[in-house]
Each structure stands twice: as C-alpha cells, then as structure tokens.
Nanobody, 117 residues
Framework: VQLQASGGGLVQAGGSLRLSCSASRSIVSINAMGWYRQAPGKQREAVASIRRVGTATYTTTYADSVKGRFTISRDNAKNMVYLQMNSLKPEDTAVYYC????????WGQGTQVTVSS
C-alpha cells in the first residue's frame, strides 16, 4: 500500500492543523494505522495509532505528550486516516509520517509541521 500524507504547514502556538493520509488501496483489511513524527536531531517517535479490535471497533493510543490535544481517526470508505492536532506547541514541530501495519509496516512520505512560538 502506498501512503501519502498532507496537511502540514506553519502555525502559531495554540493553533490547529489536520493531517490527512491517503492510501492507494482499501484500508479495511489493515488492522493498524498510525502517525509518527521526527524532529531534527531526534529519533522517530509514535504519536498516535488506531487499531481494529473487533468487526467495526477500533481502539486508539496516543503518546503522553499529545494526549488530550491530538485525535486520530480513519475513514475506511475513503481510504483515509486523519490526525487532528489542537493546541499545538513549538515542541510539536517535526516531520509527520503516516504508517500502515499490514504484515509489514508501510511508510508514507512526511509532511512538515512547524509551530512557532
């Protein structure tokens, strides 16, 4: 599966952005999808994931640093995954990547998010 992330940009602290990840094929059969980020000089870290736990039931997990501010969602009908980011902080500045776990992990290209203070 090919993934394409979009929606990044420059925003002031306290602002919001919504990232979108478009998949090249149906994501219905993909159990887990997520967002990761990598800041300059730092390792890539997990931000949020959404995983199927039942026929039409999903569970979400978040990094402690984004809990209460970020929300991950998926639209299987549109083959899309989203990351709504609110109350952005300068430390959220990073390149954000979407990923799909389908036996192996697939990565999309990143989208830059820059939060100014």
């Amino acid at each position: 599966v090919q993934l394409q992330a979009s929606g990044g940009g420059l925003v002031q602290a306290g602002g919001s952005l919504r990232l979108s990840c478009s998949a090249s094929r149906s994501i219905v059969s993909i159990n887990a999808m997520g967002w990761y980020r990598q800041a300059p000089g730092k390792q890539r870290e997990a931000v949020a994931s959404i995983r199927r736990v039942g026929t039409a039931t999903y569970t979400t997990t978040y990094a402690d640093s984004v809990k209460g501010r970020f929300t991950i969602s998926r639209d299987n009908a549109k083959n899309m995954v989203y990351l709504q980011m609110n109350s952005l902080k300068p430390e959220d500045t990073a390149v954000y990547y979407c990923a799909a776990d389908d036996r192996i992990r697939y990565w999309g290209q990143g989208t830059q998010v820059t939060v100014s203070s």
